[in-house]
């Protein structure tokens, strides 16, 4: 089930209208809030609004670039409404790992019907505080996948999701490249070529988005040289020799993955299959 919540809990504040004319024009089913703009550790400066959303079948936005329903059109509007960066997933396309969690979290705003469609949320009903200032039940746990770093940039993301990605494109790139040499590797066409390369960007981009502090107390995984890794294909893919892309997933890739599990294992001590709550 959904949380329960009331527009004057949420913190933002935006024109409601305008956002029943934004969803009807896109096309969109559900919209709801998941994330910080839903907790009390939103931060006014710093902090973008997390959306979720479902398009009905006969959605307009059918591409990502400058269209006037691409996705493109689709987010410029809602950063226009909320007056903030705005991060737009469909419901469909949520990480398998996250995604019972945010389904659970998440705060719906927005629903169709027949006829068009409205607000669903209510103006009012109070504030996440009860009469003896402590937070009530419904919004308790609201901060999976959140801790404190320590540092200036606040609360992050735990490492579980990231290090699950990491393994993720190990294994990925492994089975892949099961029974082939190196001839069958050049053989196959640039498209799959390219996707071998972009499962290794994934891997550097994952490990990025790890706390400094989290990577200082895991010296046992080389993390510096797999985000330096990403930004070299990432810039200049066109100059990497394809012999470099073999014996990376030949030869570091099975080790990280070694490393990753032993990780996963004893750090975040919970199944793959599974979320933290």
Same mark, same amino acid.
């Given at each position: 089930m959904p949380t329960a919540m009331a527009l004057d809990e949420l913190?933002?504040?935006?024109?409601?209208?305008?956002? $029943?004319r934004l969803c009807e024009t896109y096309g969109i089913a559900e919209l709801s809030f998941f994330g910080s703009v839903t907790r009390d550790d939103f931060n006014p400066v710093r902090s973008d609004v997390d959306v979720l959303i479902e398009? @009905?079948?006969?959605?307009?936005?059918?591409?990502?670039?400058?269209?006037?329903?691409? %996705?493109?059109?689709? !987010?410029? *509007?809602?950063v226009a409404l909320f007056r903030?960066?705005? *991060?737009? $997933?469909?419901?469909?396309? @949520?990480?398998?790992?996250i995604k019972d969690d945010? @389904? !659970? !979290?998440?705060?719906?705003?927005?629903?169709?019907?027949?006829?068009?469609?409205?607000?669903?949320?209510?103006k009012r009903r109070g504030t996440t505080k009860d009469s003896s200032g402590q937070t009530p039940e419904w919004a308790k746990g609201v901060h999976a996948f959140v801790e404190i770093d320590g540092t200036a940039a606040g609360k992050i993301k735990k490492p579980d999701l990231y290090l699950f990605h990491m393994r993720d494109n190990c294994k990925l790139l492994l089975k892949s490249a099961a029974s082939l040499t190196y001839e069958d590797f050049l053989e196959?066409?640039?498209?799959?070529?390219?996707g071998v390369s972009k499962c290794i960007e994934e891997i550097g981009e994952n490990a990025g988005k790890l706390s400094h502090s989290f990577r200082k107390n895991h010296p046992?995984?080389? %993390?510096?040289?797999?985000?330096?890794?990403?930004?070299?294909?990432?810039?200049?893919?066109e100059h990497v020799k394809m012999y470099t892309v073999w014996t990376t997933v030949t030869e570091e890739i099975p080790g990280l993955l070694a490393g990753l599990e032993a990780l996963i294992q004893d750090v975040v001590n919970t199944t793959p299959e599974g979320t933290r709550e």
């Amino acid at each position: 089930m959904p949380t329960a919540m009331a527009l004057d809990e949420l913190a933002i504040s935006f024109d409601e209208q305008a956002l $029943v004319r934004l969803c009807e024009t896109y096309g969109i089913a559900e919209l709801s809030f998941f994330g910080s703009v839903t907790r009390d550790d939103f931060n006014p400066v710093r902090s973008d609004v997390d959306v979720l959303i479902e398009f @009905l079948p006969d959605t307009p936005v059918r591409t990502l670039f400058m269209d006037q329903f691409s %996705w493109f059109a689709l !987010r410029r *509007d809602f950063v226009a409404l909320f007056r903030r960066k705005v *991060d737009i $997933v469909e419901k469909e396309g @949520l990480d398998k790992y996250i995604k019972d969690d945010v @389904l !659970r !979290r998440r705060v719906v705003v927005y629903q169709s019907s027949g006829n068009g469609g409205g607000l669903v949320i209510p103006k009012r009903r109070g504030t996440t505080k009860d009469s003896s200032g402590q937070t009530p039940e419904w919004a308790k746990g609201v901060h999976a996948f959140v801790e404190i770093d320590g540092t200036a940039a606040g609360k992050i993301k735990k490492p579980d999701l990231y290090l699950f990605h990491m393994r993720d494109n190990c294994k990925l790139l492994l089975k892949s490249a099961a029974s082939l040499t190196y001839e069958d590797f050049l053989e196959r066409d640039e498209m799959w070529r390219r996707g071998v390369s972009k499962c290794i960007e994934e891997i550097g981009e994952n490990a990025g988005k790890l706390s400094h502090s989290f990577r200082k107390n895991h010296p046992e995984i080389h %993390w510096d040289k797999y985000i330096e890794s990403r930004q070299h294909l990432a810039h200049v893919y066109e100059h990497v020799k394809m012999y470099t892309v073999w014996t990376t997933v030949t030869e570091e890739i099975p080790g990280l993955l070694a490393g990753l599990e032993a990780l996963i294992q004893d750090v975040v001590n919970t199944t793959p299959e599974g979320t933290r709550e």
